[in-house]
């Protein structure tokens, strides 16, 4: 069946420092990828997302990078910031339904 | 900005119980969607409803669940009789878009805790 999982479940940075979480997929047919911020007792923030006809995708201060060949994606941030502390979902979809599958999620820790 | 609403933020409730979680999605979308995330797991998709019934729903949504909508803004999902493994945080979403190709926008989630 179809998987999204990272690959860190947590990552510590200094404020300043730019972070970057992994996503890898298995599911061939995902053609549409998204990153959502969730903080503690809260629902998924929309980050940034990208389709499957691009490589490259960037936002303020984020950048989403997706590498069909070996079904990876990865978030960047920017200058990363004590409020960027929060865990990150990846999650994949396709045309073929309606559902996003999900990742398990990597805390990131931001320290000034 | 618009947003996605739900009621109640928390309940506990016994087990057998039947218990019903209320949403209001954004006014415009047309596709609407339940999600459930155990604590520290996954979020996982339960089902996906446009046009007045359910487009697609995961192994989890089994008899016990179903959805309603039962008026032009509010979305409900009702857990019939509830078991201790349905203890979870039930995140509500709404898209302009199917869910495989859009944004979803979720609300901020009712958290079920089952004695």
């Known amino acids: 069946g179809e998987s999204v999982g990272l690959h860190l479940p947590t990552l510590s940075v200094q404020e300043g420092d730019n972070s970057i979480i992994n996503c890898a997929y298995s599911?061939?047919?995902?053609?549409?990828f998204i990153w959502y911020k969730q903080e503690s007792g809260k629902g998924p923030q929309f980050i940034i997302d990208i389709r499957s006809n691009m490589d490259k995708r960037q936002g303020q201060r984020v950048t989403v990078l997706l590498n069909k060949t070996v079904k990876h994606l990865s978030l960047q941030i920017a200058a990363t910031q004590p409020g960027d502390s929060a865990v990150y979902l990846c999650?994949?979809?396709?045309?073929?339904?309606?559902?996003?599958?999900f990742g398990k999620g990597t805390t990131l820790s931001v320290s000034s | 900005e618009p947003e996605v609403t739900q009621t109640p933020s928390h309940q506990v409730t016994q087990m057998g119980q039947e218990v019903i979680l209320r949403c209001v999605p954004i006014s415009n979308h047309l596709y609407f969607y339940w999600y459930r995330q155990i604590l520290g797991q996954k979020v996982e998709f339960l089902v996906s409803?446009?046009?007045?019934?359910?487009?697609?729903k995961s192994e989890i949504f089994d008899d016990q669940f179903s959805v309603e909508r039962p008026d032009g803004s509010n979305f409900t999902l009702k857990i019939r009789s509830t078991k201790l493994e349905d203890s979870a945080m039930y995140f509500c979403a709404s898209s302009e878009v199917a869910g495989g190709t859009g944004e979803l926008f979720f609300g901020e989630g009712s958290r079920l805790t089952v004695l």
């Open positions: 409803f446009y046009n007045n019934e359910i487009s697609e």
């Open positions: 999650a994949g979809g396709s045309q073929a339904g309606t559902a996003l599958i």
């Open positions: 599911n061939s047919a995902s053609d549409y």
